[in-house]
């Protein structure tokens, strides 16, 4: 069996966090191990992670208050000291199947090669506070890489990659970083690595209030989504945090769209490109409209 260590953060997690841990205990197929980070926790988080260290189905840490994803890179930056062969992502409060990362691996182990950086991510099943089902999110199958890495639709807790990728994230740290799984693709495609998407939910993904990140349904959950992109999600600083940590390194195809990226405000040609959608489509009127928008408002 392969090895996977699973990488958790926690903050403020307990209501959940026992589900989530037996639900990794219970994978199946899997050499298992897990490392959790608490962010600073003032709730019983530390007690329940306490009882499973105990029981010694897992290990944990602690250290200063560093946000979603700065705290995965200090868990990537200790799993770079461990002896496994995968790394998987995963939430405090989410359900996964019994049989999540024995799909990611094997997908990984017949698809791609193993000297070369890869990554895995599937779909979601959302799921109220309560696990009563709410709705399928699957991906959308017929969206290239090219626009996955302009904008991308990956959810961390699907992730599942090799070490090869996992030294290729740890060679440069950036000052500025969206979210930790969006960097882990940007950095694999960039790199030239393998990339799978699995368009299929293998895990209950749970919808709260206390959601950092959420994928709600309905007319104001899609407007703050629609706010979140054109505001927030800033594709041109990622881009030149690539080209600070990788330079030379990063393939020709990924090095044009990081070259157009960072030119588009003052380069019509770049725009044009950026903007034609035998390039970039997101196969999707609402994120193509919303893509077109941050680059006219120069916010990409």
Request: charged share 25%; with cysteine; proline share 2%.
């Amino acid at each position: 069996m392969k090895k996977v260590l699973v990488l958790m953060a926690t903050y403020n997690g307990a209501r959940y966090l026992d589900e989530q841990i037996q639900s990794l205990i219970d994978q199946k197929n899997v050499e298992l191990e897990i490392l959790v980070r608490d962010d600073g926790s003032t709730d019983n988080t530390i007690n329940v992670l306490n009882k499973w260290k105990k029981q010694g189905k897992l290990d944990w840490y602690t250290g200063k208050h560093l946000n979603v994803q700065y705290g995965f890179y200090d868990l990537m930056e200790h799993a770079a000291q461990k002896d496994t062969e995968y790394i998987a992502f995963c939430d405090q409060d989410d359900v996964w199947d019994n049989d999540k990362l024995c799909i990611a691996v094997e997908e990984l182990e017949d698809k791609c090669s193993q000297s070369n950086p890869a990554l895995y991510y599937c779909g979601q099943r959302l799921v109220d506070e309560h696990m009563n089902f709410l709705s399928d999110h699957n991906l959308n199958e017929y969206r290239n890489l090219r626009t996955r890495f302009v904008l991308s639709d990956i959810a961390g807790c699907t992730a599942v990659f090799n070490t090869e990728l996992l030294n290729k994230v740890l060679e440069y740290k950036p000052e500025y970083m969206l979210m930790h799984d969006t960097w882990v693709l940007k950095v694999c495609l960039a790199m030239g690595g393998e990339v799978i998407v699995d368009p299929k939910p293998h895990m209950n993904y749970r919808q709260h209030s206390n959601n950092t990140v959420g994928l709600g349904k309905g007319i104001k959950s899609n407007l703050k989504q629609v706010r979140q992109y054109i505001e927030e999600y800033k594709v041109e600083e990622q881009m030149l945090e690539l080209k600070k940590g990788y330079g030379k390194s990063i393939i020709p195809e990924y090095k044009r769209v990081i070259y157009y990226i960072c030119n588009y405000k003052n380069n019509i040609k770049c725009r044009k490109k950026l903007l034609n959608k035998h390039y970039i489509n997101f196969c999707n009127k609402g994120l193509n409209l919303t893509y077109f928008i941050k680059i006219m408002l120069n916010k990409l």
